[in-house]
């Protein structure tokens, strides 16, 4: 039951990585694609009506691990305080940026906003990405079942870690780039004319960086972290995912250069998947690993009780399946390329 | 040269600062941030969850009459809704991360049982109500009048499901039910049903929905009041009025009988210290008075210049004049609320304030009905001034509500004093408390800045916002 709840969370995880990694993609990429005002509008009206439905996945995913794993969620969320508060921060400003600019006609208004936007954006990017690695590196949990980590303290991943450190400022990396290419996909599938060949233009060139830092993330969490190969060894279907990885990189490319903006989006949604899927993959049972690994969170020691999971099963499958009729209807609704007369 | 004199006011002085300079203990600020935030969150979605149901019953109204200023109506009232939204939208992620961030014990020792409400609401509410507003406000033309009444319908259901599970994980720490205490000492669910339809969230829901009616109602009839007082869209302003008071005198009514009734026997019976607590009412009493007014004196233990009806409070609790009344002095002073003054005025505010709604509100029917509204301006000018209040009232009830459960996170069960996470740090808290305090003072100066342009910009000239369609002419009048 509780491996059920694991690959539901991810799952979850997943889908939100996707669904707003493509909005804060475009805020990465606000000022290349859009080089006056206008254009800029359009990128807005890109991610307009869906961005809000997909920082939803964000509050949904919290509340299901919330649900499961309580006891990880008690000790995650209150060890890495200070970070996940200025997310939160980062998440009111950006929305700010999204839904005030249009509100006023004035040229001061707007790029305030495009700025507040775009900046919100990337550091986004970068504390998702940092936050992830600080799970992967492993946090000082003790016997507690509590830790608390500064945001940084000597930048290196042993002894007093903090949140930023070499390793998950490279995550950090990781995660703006890949969402910078995912969101230049999409805004490419969205838009036409010069908007698409610049969106593409970052897809082509961001590829390279990528590729650069996605192999050298490899590098360092095999140098630091062996044991997440074991799960690989024990059960060898898993190198499929980094199979798929690879794969879809070169997809990206591939459809880039053929002008092809739907499979290229979602090669790069499935980019995003797989580098998630192989971490998780990796870390199965650990929900949260401790830098002594006898104080790790698993799925056993973190998880609520049966009969609550059990009863969520339902009502979670029930209500996946009515939320993923919304979506297609929404996406339906506004489908296709935005037009640039709209107001 | 110091006098005496000066020297004891230096005293006093010193004595004063020291208590507001000296550092708080991480406890008492996370309970602080928390009320804050929540506080401050709370007064959004009072007015979505108000204004949801009256825009289905103007969309209602223009299908079924075939006015196309019901429809006005409805578009105007989404605008605002729109904006609403969104601001109660990132105020409540907060409130969300913050059981995690600050409240770690709590959620370890009840994250079993309330996890499962929180993740049903992101689950059966927020998809919904999230994919809704963005059709209801922007897919109009491309779907359709029928449709569009759909999708105000869902939006409207959304956000009073999400408000059902907010309740039903306040109403189990008020009144928890169908769980059972684990081996590592934490709470655990055993009846997925007694939580879901706990009897507290019943009634709790019941009055709090009622609040948010009253809030939203209000409002449509205020900025009614405000347009035909300043001669500016008096048509719509008419009709704003007309609905806003009708609306409004039914929910005033609702939050006093049943709802109110309702809610304060559930306290009476489970609470009883809270009750005492509220009514001020420090020594048991057979046929205790009702107090109108009055100061608690937690010091020489009685309430201070009070009025009140001899009697009442026996009679509204029990329904008999000479029942019997526990008083606070029956309980043991670890048992009482933390902040007994506080939950004093909160709950005597809030009863005030719905009876003021409900003496206004009748009265406006009245004049409506005999045909005098829109020509008494000193009635007009009541409506208009009293929008504020309805938002004061929902936060003192809620203050009530919060301060009575005090001592307990989870009544009777667990104290607020363990609930923190032990390892942040009060620095810390006090650095995001007053991260929070910049952040909300921007966010409000903004509300009320585009709040202000769309009350400017007034119903009536809005123009579908439609992509690419707005150069096509609607009519043919249009055209020519």
Known sequence: ??????????????????????????????????????????????IGPVWDGNEVWLLATGGTLYFAFPVLYAAGFSGFYLPLIMVLWLLIIRAAGIELRHQLDNPMWTSFWDFVFSGASIL?????????????????????????????????VTGETGILDWFTVLSGVVAFSALMVHGANYLALKTENELNARARRVVSVGWYLLVVVTILSLIAVLNMRPRILDNYYALPIGWLIPVAVIGSLGAIKYFNVKGNDKFAFISSSVYLAMMLGGAVYGLYPDVLPALDPAYSLTIHNAKAGDYGLGVGLIWWTVGIIIALGYFTFLFRTFKGKVAAEEH | ???????????????????????????????????????????????????????????????????????ETARFWGKILGITFLFGVVTGIPMEFQFGTNWAAFSRYAGGVIGQTLAMEGTFAFFLESSFIGIFLFGEKRLGQRLHWISAALLFVGTWISGWFIIATNAWMQHPVGYEVAADGSVQ??????????????????????????????????????????????????????????????????????????????????????????????????GAPLVLIGQ?????????????????????TYQRWEAQVRGLNEFPKDQHPDNIPLLYY????????????????????????????????????????????????????????????????????????????????????????????????????????????????????LKLIEPGLDSIPDTPTETY
Request: with cysteine; charged share 15%.
């Open chain 1, 1 to 46: 039951m509780e491996t059920a709840w694991f690959m539901i969370v991810a799952f979850m995880l997943v889908c939100y990585v996707i669904l707003d990694g493509f909005d804060i993609g475009a805020g990465i990429i606000h000022y290349f694609v859009g080089r006056n005002e206008k254009e800029r509008a359009m990128n807005i009206r890109a």
């Open chain 1, 124 to 156: 986004l990017a970068i504390f998702f990405g940092a936050a992830l690695g600080n799970v992967v590196r492993g946090v000082p949990l003790d016997a507690t079942g509590y830790f608390f980590e500064p945001l940084f303290t000597h930048w290196g």
């Open chain 2, 1 to 71: 040269m110091v006098s005496e004199r000066t020297g004891a006011v230096t005293v006093v002085l010193r004595k004063f600062f020291l208590w507001r300079i000296s550092p708080m203990e991480a406890n008492t600020l996370d309970r602080i941030q928390f009320a804050f935030t929540l506080t401050y969150h709370y007064l959004f979605p009072q007015l979505t969850m108000g204004l949801a149901p009256l825009i289905v019953v103007f969309k209602t109204l223009a299908i079924w009459k075939k006015d196309e200023r019901w429809n």
């Open chain 2, 189 to 286: 669910l055993t009846s997925f049903w007694a939580l879901v339809l706990n009897k507290w969230a019943i009634y709790q829901y019941l009055h709090n929905m009622g609040g948010a009616v009253v809030t939203g109602s209000f409002a449509v009839a205020a900025l009614g009041a405000f347009y035909v007082l300043s001669r500016k869209q008096v048509e719509y302003g008419k009709l704003f009025l007309k609905s806003g008071v009708i609306a409004a005198c039914l929910a005033s009514i609702w939050m006093l009988f049943p709802s109110g009734d309702l809610q304060g026997r559930m306290v009476a019976e489970h609470q009883p210290v809270t009750l005492a607590a509220m009514e001020g009412l420090f020594d048991t009493t057979q």
């Open chain 2, 296 to 316: 608690p004196d937690m010091e020489k233990q009685r309430l201070d210049n009070a009025i009140h009806i001899p009697k009442m409070l026996s009679f509204i």
């Open chain 2, 346 to 461: 909160s709950f005597h505010m809030m009863v005030g304030l719905g009876t003021i709604f409900i003496a206004i509100m009748v009265l406006s029917v009245f004049w409506l009905w005999r045909g005098w509204l829109f020509s008494s301006n000193w009635l007009m000018w009541i409506i208009m001034l009293s929008f504020p209040l309805p938002f004061i009232a929902n936060t003192v009830g809620w203050m009530t509500a919060e301060l009575g459960r005090q001592p307990w996170l989870v009544y009777g069960l667990f104290r607020t004093e363990h609930g923190h996470s032990p390892m942040v740090s009060s620095g810390n808290v006090l650095f995001t408390l007053l991260g929070f305090f910049g952040m909300y003072t921007v966010l409000s100066l903004l509300y009320i800045f585009l709040l202000l342009r769309r009350i400017e910009h007034g119903a009536g000239e």
